[in-house]
C-alpha cells in the first residue's frame, strides 16, 4: 500500500459560501446542459483565481444564459458582454458555438458576485448570481488549477526506457 500524507494545506472549505463581493476569476470552462424540464443554456464556469491575494481562492460561480425558445438561438447581447470583459477579439466570427465556447477558455475576469433568494414552484433557493462583469485588472494569469497542484505523474518527462521481465509479472 502507498504511504498516505495528510496535508492541512489542501482541506475542504465544507459549505461555506463565496461572500457578497468582486473576485478576479478565470473562465475555466463553457459548454451546453438543460434543466430538468427541457431548457436548454450555455454554463460559464468561473474560478477564483489563487495567484492574485484573495478570499475564496479555486471557489466556482456559474453564469447560465438560456437559448431562446422562439428561435432556438443564445442571446448574443449577453454573451457578447461576457466576451468584451474576457477582453476577446471584436467582430470576430465563429462557425459554431462549440468553437465560441472553447475560445472563453482561461480567459480572466473580474466578476462582481451577490447571493439572493429566489423562488420557483414554491420553493426558496438560495443562489449566488453574478451581478457585474468587468475586464482583470491582473491579465497575466498564473492560476493553477487545483488538479494542477496535485502531485505529477513520476515517469512523465522521463526519456528512459523501462525494463520488465517476464518473471517481474504476476501472470
Given amino acids: 500500500m502507498a504511504e498516505i500524507k495528510l496535508d492541512f494545506s489542501d482541506v475542504s472549505e465544507g459549505n461555506r459560501k463565496i461572500e457578497d463581493g468582486t473576485y478576479e476569476a478565470v473562465i475555466s470552462s463553457v459548454g451546453e446542459d438543460a ?4 431548457a436548454q ?3 460559464f464556469n ?9 478570499k475564496f481562492q479555486n471557489f466556482h460561480v456559474w453564469q447560465r444564459i ?5 428561435d432556438d438561438t443564445y442571446p448574443m447581447r449577453w454573451i457578447n ?3 468584451k470583459n474576457a477582453q476577446m477579439e471584436n467582430g470576430k466570427k465563429y462557425h459554431s458555438y462549440k468553437e465560441l465556447m472553447d475560445d472563453f477558455w482561461n480567459r480572466p475576469v473580474k466578476v462582481t458576485v451577490k447571493n439572493e433568494k429566489s423562488e420557483y ?3 426558496t433557493y438560495e443562489n449566488t448570481n453574478i451581478k457585474n ?3 482583470t485588472d491582473f491579465p497575466n494569469v498564473q ?18 526506457p523501462i525494463d520488465i521481465k517476464n518473471s517481474d509479472l504476476p501472470f
Avoid at 438560456?66 to 422562439?70: A, G, P, V, Y
Fill in 81 to 83: 458582454q461576457i466576451a
Fill in 35 to 38: 434543466t430538468k424540464s427541457g
Fill in 121 to 123: 414552484n414554491g420553493k
Fill in 143 to 160: 492560476h493553477k488549477a487545483k488538479s494542477e497542484n496535485k502531485d505529477k505523474d513520476p515517469f512523465a518527462g522521463n526519456s528512459n
Fill in 46 to 54: 468561473m474560478v477564483i483565481r489563487n495567484d492574485i491575494e484573495q
Fill in 133 to 135: 462583469w468587468a475586464p
Fill in 41 to 43: 443554456f450555455m454554463n
Fill in 66 to 70: 438560456f437559448r431562446s425558445k422562439t
